[in-house]
């Protein structure tokens, strides 16, 4: 006998949303690390926040994909199309703010942004 169910199989949605999760801590946890360590290692902090943006990029491609190719979604498909969205602007928003301290020449790094910077990544 077929055996029917109502609840949507496609799994890689889960894993994809995780992924970008992770790569957002991982940004905002170098965003920290370049506030707390600047002047040192500047320029490697923010190739580095350069390089997790990208994978931010191609995360959302990934997912946005996936919907496109996917008949019946985990979740509403409007919502789950601004949740990748909304993932990969923190990474863009994270991006922008570590280009900046390092291109426009940033003397010191002031108490307030590196408590700011705590508050994108509060496990520090």
Do not use: W
């Amino acid at each position: 006998m077929a055996r029917l169910t109502l609840t949507p199989q496609k799994r890689e949605f889960f894993g994809l949303y995780n992924r970008s999760a992770e790569n957002i801590v991982a940004i905002a946890e170098l965003l920290v690390e370049l506030l707390d360590r600047f002047p040192d290692g500047a320029g490697d902090f923010g190739r580095q926040v350069k390089e997790l943006e990208h994978r931010g990029d191609e995360l959302t491609y990934e997912l946005v994909d996936l919907l496109n190719r996917t008949f019946v979604t985990p979740f509403d498909r409007d919502d789950m199309y601004r949740l990748a969205g909304a993932l990969d602007d923190i990474c863009d928003h994270i991006d922008e703010a570590a280009g900046r301290i390092v291109s426009y020449g940033v003397g010191e790094i002031r108490l307030q942004a590196r408590e700011q910077a705590n508050v994108v990544c509060p496990s520090r």
